[in-house]
């Protein structure tokens, strides 16, 4: 009878060793996936030239990242190469720039930032969550050749309006408040372009709304 018995919870345990092993190999790789499996593009500006992000998911993970540019070979390249081995490393795009080549790396980061900002799962609180509780926000960032003072209005759990103060070259620094600033309303996302020949205000106008949204959520 001892012998039936033990031989009962010894088939038991081995049955319940067995599940519990099936449940942890179906579950080891069931981690949101970053985006649908495929290959997407996205490009911004870079130091010299416009650069061109190609991503590809597989597997819900960043298999590889592609950039094509014509920014200086020899600063470029090795900066991009150590970008682009981070953003995989992390899965993320939230990675340091390379500061001898900031604007060829900060334009692959903001490529694959908005590669995946469009293309990501929605979740019910991405969707519903109010970007911002309504009022009135200021900051500061740093421009072409100032700072620039923001005000941000939020109404309805939306930005409504941008105000920036600058003394920047106006004719070019326009160019960046008329396109940059429609673009972050109409998005509701610090993830847009930059305006072409206003690279540096647009940088500063979308890091300093990042900048307060980060502050006040």
């Known amino acids: 009878m001892n012998q039936q018995y033990r031989k009962f919870i010894s088939v038991a345990l081995l049955c319940l060793l067995v599940v519990i092993s099936v449940h942890l190999w179906n579950s080891r790789d069931k981690v949101d996936p970053i985006m649908p499996d495929g290959v997407y593009t996205a490009t911004e500006r870079g130091f010299s030239s416009d650069v061109k992000v190609t991503v590809t998911v597989s597997g819900g993970k960043i298999t590889s990242i592609d950039v094509e540019h014509n920014d200086t070979p020899s600063i470029a390249d090795p900066a991009i190469e150590q970008v682009v081995a981070n953003i995989i ?117 979308i890091e300093g709304v990042k900048n307060i949204i980060e502050a006040n959520q």
């Not at 160019?175 to 205000?201: G, M, R």
């Open 89 to 205: 490393e992390t899965q993320s795009a939230d990675v340091d720039t390379v500061t001898y080549a900031t604007l060829s790396t900060r334009a692959v980061i903001n490529g694959v930032k908005k590669i995946i900002t469009q293309h990501q799962p929605a979740s019910e609180e991405t969707t519903t969550k109010a970007l911002l509780p309504d009022g009135v926000y200021t900051g500061t960032s740093r421009g072409f050749k100032s700072d620039l003072e923001l005000t941000v209005t939020v109404s309805g759990g939306k930005i409504v309006s941008i105000d920036v103060v600058h003394d920047d070259t106006p004719g070019i620094a326009d160019l960046a408040i008329d396109q940059v600033i429609p673009k972050i309303i109409e998005t509701q996302s610090v993830d847009v372009d930059t305006a072409t020949y206003a690279t540096i205000t647009s940088q500063g106008i």
